[in-house]
């Protein structure tokens, strides 16, 4: 099995709201990825989580607040986001750190008005 | 230049084609290879993973590897109208953070 599975599908939020997106994988993988896609391009890393602590942070607004709960969780928090943060929000999974096949989730796809 | 260059298409093929989704990387140190599927709206699939040059089969796909060349492609024999998505590449090296191309939208008309 290599299901990550994230909700909601679909979130629309204004410039002045708090939310949150939430990953779920149960394969026991210890390294979780969030990634942002705009339409038509590829998708473009903002944290890695490694043994369910932060270990890479692209560079992310602090608009955007990573959480992990436990090795099967992965939140994403969101407040005070900009139109330009609408995009397809996806996680991923991989063994380990160390291992190079992610798994990634259908995504979440955000739309800020 | 970009790490991974890969030709965005469109691609359109008849049913039945052989498909030839081709990257080129410029980063010698990049080790692990892949291939992500990615239909309209939906997360990437990951279909290939291979690490050495040469040929990997699974299936009705076929990845390749050339380091030498620094070149890999992704055939895909007798295509399948329920091919039709973008096909990413994505390579890694030892910082085991994938460097995505920038995807080839394929089409495969029935």
């Known amino acids: 099995d290599t299901e990550v599975t994230q909700t909601p599908k679909h979130l629309v939020m204004g410039m002045t709201n708090k939310k949150s997106l939430k990953c779920e994988q149960h394969m026991g993988h210890r390294a979780m990825y969030w990634y942002k896609q705009k339409a038509k391009k590829p998708p473009e890393l903002m944290f890695v989580?490694?043994?369910?602590?932060?270990?890479i942070n692209e560079s992310v607004p602090s608009r955007f607040s990573p959480e992990c709960p436990n090795s099967s969780l992965l939140n994403l928090h969101l407040h005070a986001l900009q139109p330009e943060d609408s995009a397809l929000y996806l996680c991923?999974?991989?063994?380990?750190?160390?291992?190079?096949?992610?798994?990634f989730g259908p995504g979440t796809r955000l739309t800020v008005t | 230049q970009k790490e991974v260059e890969q030709d965005p298409g469109p691609l359109s093929v008849p049913e039945g084609a052989i498909v030839s989704l081709n990257c080129t990387y410029s980063n010698s140190a990049f080790q692990y290879f892949m291939w992500y599927r990615q239909y309209s709206r939906k997360g990437p699939e990951l279909l290939m993973y291979?690490?050495?040059?040469g040929n990997k089969e699974d299936g009705r796909f076929t990845a390749q590897v050339d380091k030498s060349s620094k070149y890999i492609s992704l055939f895909i024999r007798d295509s399948q109208p329920s091919d039709s998505a973008t096909y990413l590449c994505a390579i890694t090296g030892s910082a085991r953070q994938l460097t995505f191309g920038s995807g080839t939208q394929l089409t495969v008309l029935p």
């Open positions: 991923a999974s991989s063994q380990d750190p160390e291992r190079d096949e992610q798994y």
């Open positions: 989580y490694s043994y369910e602590k932060l270990s």
């Open positions: 291979t690490y050495s040059s």
